[in-house]
């Protein structure tokens, strides 16, 4: 018997039932292209600098759109506190938000766009496939249409590779600052960090313990960018770039070894295989630390960390995050003896398994 309307409306009543939370989730991609597009074309960079009038904003960027559609844009960033007005409609002056002008400026150190670029640039438009991903288990991006693989794409392209490097950095710079100064590093003197990028961590951790030596160790290409950032922080004393392919050579033997945002870009048989080359760099009472969004072992809690691991079916066709309960398995199967959890910022975790 079907239930009739009226009933259906004194439910939603008694109950306070909302659709609310649904419309917000679901037509979530309305404000994140906002946010997306106004760091792609650059406006918190250019608000950084000098508060500006619609109409500025307007010749700045050569929108030819209606007064009214440019307001409806950059209220929505008012509206969701990315930006500050004075004023209103055609009179309204705008300014970034505290936050944002921390964050979001091209020019200042603690800018983590980089991730929003690549997400806008890359990402938004892999993940309308993500449906023919859980269909088929492949991966939805470039490989889709006949092109390179993720990291054959990024690695053929310097500007890809620049692109790519500077996203993983500034995304994932808060984390080390808090593993460099939340991790005891009292009995370690060395840390080799596997594909280490633009050897950002490596940078934090020698910065905020000067006893420690660091390597970076990543794919030849990427040496140039790490060694420019490790000059840039004055650096180059004791953080020093290693070249080699961390599958198919010997991880630099050190007390610690990292690995952030790697393991989640491959298999289980892969992710066991580089936790093994690590186990065998590491003395006794090394440590790995394997910095990702560690998702909880219930699996409720951590979306962006759910998220993620979507988007390396997207990405990869076979990477996936994990939970600590995951991780601890196979590094016990290893050898390991210990595995700890330190929480970084935001859904990142440090998971640390002890030899």
């Known amino acids: 018997m079907k239930t009739s309307t009226l009933e259906l409306q004194e439910k939603t009543t008694e109950k306070h039932f909302s659709p609310s939370e649904i419309m917000k989730i679901g037509m979530g991609f309305w404000p994140s292209k906002v946010l997306l597009t106004a760091v792609h074309c650059g406006l918190f960079t250019q608000l950084a600098q000098q508060p500006r009038s619609l109409n500025e904003i307007k010749n700045l960027f050569g929108w030819d759109c209606s007064d009214r559609h440019a307001s409806d844009f950059l209220d929505t960033l008012f509206a969701l506190r990315f930006l500050q007005r004075e004023g209103i409609g055609s009179f309204a002056v705008y300014s970034n938000a505290e936050e944002t002008d921390l964050f979001l400026d091209k020019n200042k150190a603690t800018y983590i766009g980089g991730i929003l670029e690549m997400a806008n640039n890359r990402l ?70 596997i594909g280490g990028s633009g ?38 004393d004791r953080v020093k770039t290693a070249s080699g392919d961390f599958f198919k050579d010997p991880f630099p033997n050190a007390d610690i070894i990292t690995m952030s945002m790697i393991l989640h870009d491959w298999n289980e ?17 090394g440590a790995l630390v394997v910095i990702e969004n560690i998702i ?10 759910l998220t993620m691991s979507l988007n390396m079916l997207i990405e990869t066709g076979e990477g996936f995050d994990f939970t600590l309960s995951d991780f601890s398995g196979w590094a016990k199967q290893i050898g390991f003896s210990k595995i700890d959890l330190l929480p970084l910022a935001g859904p990142t975790s440090a998971a640390i398994a002890y030899k």
Request: charged share 20%.
């Open 124 to 193: 938004y438009p892999f993940w309308a496939n993500l449906s023919d991903g859980l269909k088929t288990g492949k991966a939805q991006n470039e490989i889709r249409n006949g092109g390179e693989n993720l990291f054959e794409a990024i690695y053929g392209s310097p500007e890809k590779l620049k692109e790519f490097i500077k996203a993983m950095s500034g995304v994932s710079v808060g984390n080390f600052n808090v593993f460099a100064n939340r991790f005891d590093f009292t009995q370690y003197k060395t840390l080799c960090d």
């Open 199 to 236: 050897a950002i961590l490596c940078s934090e951790v020698a910065t905020h313990q000067p006893h420690m030596s660091c390597t970076s160790f990543d794919l030849p290409p990427v040496e140039p960018i790490a060694q420019e950032n490790i000059s840039h922080f004055g650096l180059n």
């Open 269 to 285: 048989e892969n992710k066991r295989f580089l936790i093994k080359k690590a186990y065998d760099a590491l003395p006794a009472g």
């Open 296 to 305: 909880d072992d219930q699996r409720s809690q951590n979306v962006f960390g």
